[in-house]
């Protein structure tokens, strides 16, 4: 079967050859995962969210005394810049996020059940 180059689609498809489909998946964004398929009967809270998340409490509020509540249990973001100059990066009540000194808090740890009932309250 000697074709002549240039041939179009329609002599292809009746020619004695065998055409294969290619099918092309396209991803934008994230790739489907093995564990997508399994149902979870997660809480939302996991232990690397609780790894990352830190907590202090305000034992100074000399400049803030409207802001910051002595002996209240913050939410800290580790921020390098801000540890730079000596501030912390705390979450108030609202949910946004400011500077303070870095010297109006103490680090703390909290138990796992503690942890999870204050980010649960946040």
Request: include cysteine; charge should be positive.
């Amino acid at each position: 079967m000697d074709r002549a180059a240039g041939e179009n689609s329609k002599e292809l498809l009746q020619s004695d050859f065998q055409m294969v489909r290619y099918v092309w998946l396209s991803y934008i964004g994230m790739k489907h995962m093995e564990s997508a398929k399994k149902k979870s009967k997660s809480s939302g809270f996991s232990v690397k969210n609780a790894a990352a998340t830190h907590y202090v409490i305000c034992v100074n509020n000399g400049d803030y005394p409207a802001s910051l509540e002595l002996r209240k249990i913050y939410r800290h973001i580790p921020d390098k810049t801000a540890s730079r100059l000596k501030m912390l990066r705390i979450v108030d009540e609202s949910g946004e996020d400011y500077l303070y000194p870095a010297e109006y808090f103490v680090p703390i740890r909290l138990p796992r059940t503690v942890e999870r009932a204050v980010s649960l309250a946040s």
